[in-house]
């Protein structure tokens, strides 16, 4: 694999729900450990956007990591958390449409427009944004009282029983990434169990975020997630590649904790 400095446009766009007839079949439904890529041929697909292949059979995955967080459900939510970003969609497109009418109202009786409209644009602003993808972030994670959440993305993890489809958040002090929907595994006493599928790694836990694109097909691209005691992530699929990288680079570069400045990730040029 080779790591890029110029990255290239990544139009893949990540798939939600392994359940749903239109999802690839290659997506897992299956928890399994975070792995590199090649640890199963399902991953290159989410990466490409490749045909299907046949999913792995059930696997047991009961195993501790310092990252990875498991909340056993009694069965798989009606609702998963992509499905209430949907909803919030939904209403938001409904709040800007009446919005919008009462704008337009306003622009044309008010003796400054140009006032008028920054009012109302804040109002707008303000009212769609809360109860989005911030509350979303603090519902599904268990985060500081004064954390704020700065970017998020679609995309996949790649993980030793295939690709998992879920959302990738940044936050000030957090890389964190939740799956689409509930995965199985088979606990020690034998019973199918349902979980989410997290990861929650520090800002600080992070040594480097590397973009691969593979020599061979430049399609087939990831970002790694180097922590500082040697664990990684990979993820792929993203909507757009480089966007990702950007945010992902510059949160790293400008964290800081007391005093001490996390250096930056990127060295070559």
């Given at each position: 694999?080779?790591?890029?400095?110029?990255?290239?446009?990544?139009?893949?766009?990540?798939?939600?729900?392994?359940?749903?007839?239109?999802?690839?079949?290659?997506?897992?439904?299956?928890?399994?450990?975070?792995?590199v890529p090649s640890?199963?041929?399902?991953?290159?697909?989410?990466?490409?956007?490749?045909?299907?292949?046949?999913?792995?059979?059930?696997?047991?995955?009961?195993?501790?990591?310092?990252?990875?967080?498991?909340?056993?459900?009694?069965?798989?939510?009606?609702?998963?958390?992509?499905?209430?970003?949907?909803?919030?969609?939904?209403?938001?497109?409904?709040?800007?449409?009446?919005?919008?009418?009462?704008?337009?109202?306003?622009?044309?009786?008010?003796?400054?427009?140009?006032?008028?409209?920054?009012?109302?644009?804040?109002?707008?602003?303000?009212?769609?944004?809360?109860?989005?993808?911030?509350?979303?972030?603090?519902?599904?994670?268990?985060?500081?009282?004064?954390?704020?959440?700065?970017?998020?993305?679609?995309?996949?993890?790649?993980?030793?029983?295939?690709?998992?489809?879920?959302?990738?958040?940044?936050?000030?002090?957090?890389?964190?990434?939740?799956?689409?929907?509930?995965?199985?595994?088979?606990?020690?006493?034998?019973?199918?169990?349902?979980?989410?599928?997290?990861?929650?790694?520090?800002?600080?836990?992070?040594?480097?975020?590397?973009?691969?694109?593979?020599r061979e097909n430049?399609?087939?691209?990831?970002?790694?997630?180097?922590?500082?005691?040697?664990?990684?992530?990979?993820?792929?699929?993203?909507?757009?590649?480089?966007?990702?990288?950007?945010?992902?680079?510059?949160?790293?570069?400008?964290?800081?904790?007391?005093?001490?400045?996390?250096?930056?990730?990127?060295?070559?040029?």
């Amino acid at each position: 694999m080779s790591t890029a400095n110029n990255n290239h446009q990544n139009d893949q766009s990540a798939a939600s729900s392994s359940s749903s007839p239109s999802v690839p079949k290659w997506e897992t439904h299956i928890m399994g450990k975070p792995a590199v890529p090649s640890s199963h041929p399902d991953n290159k697909k989410a990466a490409v956007e490749g045909a299907p292949s046949e999913e792995p059979g059930v696997q047991y995955y009961h195993q501790q990591h310092p990252y990875v967080q498991h909340s056993p459900l009694d069965k798989p939510p009606s609702t998963s958390p992509m499905e209430s970003i949907l909803n919030m969609f939904d209403s938001w497109s409904k709040k800007a449409e009446l919005a919008a009418n009462n704008i337009w109202h306003n622009l044309r009786t008010s003796p400054s427009v140009s006032s008028a409209a920054l009012g109302k644009m804040n109002l707008t602003v303000k009212a769609i944004s809360e109860g989005g993808f911030e509350s979303l972030y603090k519902q599904t994670f268990t985060t500081y009282p004064n954390e704020k959440l700065k970017k998020t993305f679609a995309c996949y993890l790649s993980t030793s029983t295939g690709p998992v489809a879920g959302t990738l958040y940044l936050s000030d002090v957090h890389v964190a990434f939740c799956s689409d929907r509930p995965l199985s595994f088979t606990a020690p006493s034998g019973q199918q169990t349902w979980s989410y599928y997290k990861v929650m790694v520090p800002l600080g836990k992070i040594g480097a975020a590397n973009p691969v694109i593979m020599r061979e097909n430049p399609s087939e691209k990831y970002i790694q997630i180097v922590t500082v005691d040697g664990h990684d992530f990979w993820f792929m699929g993203f909507v757009n590649f480089d966007k990702a990288n950007k945010h992902l680079s510059e949160a790293l570069s400008n964290f800081t904790v007391p005093g001490i400045a996390v250096p930056p990730t990127s060295s070559s040029s």
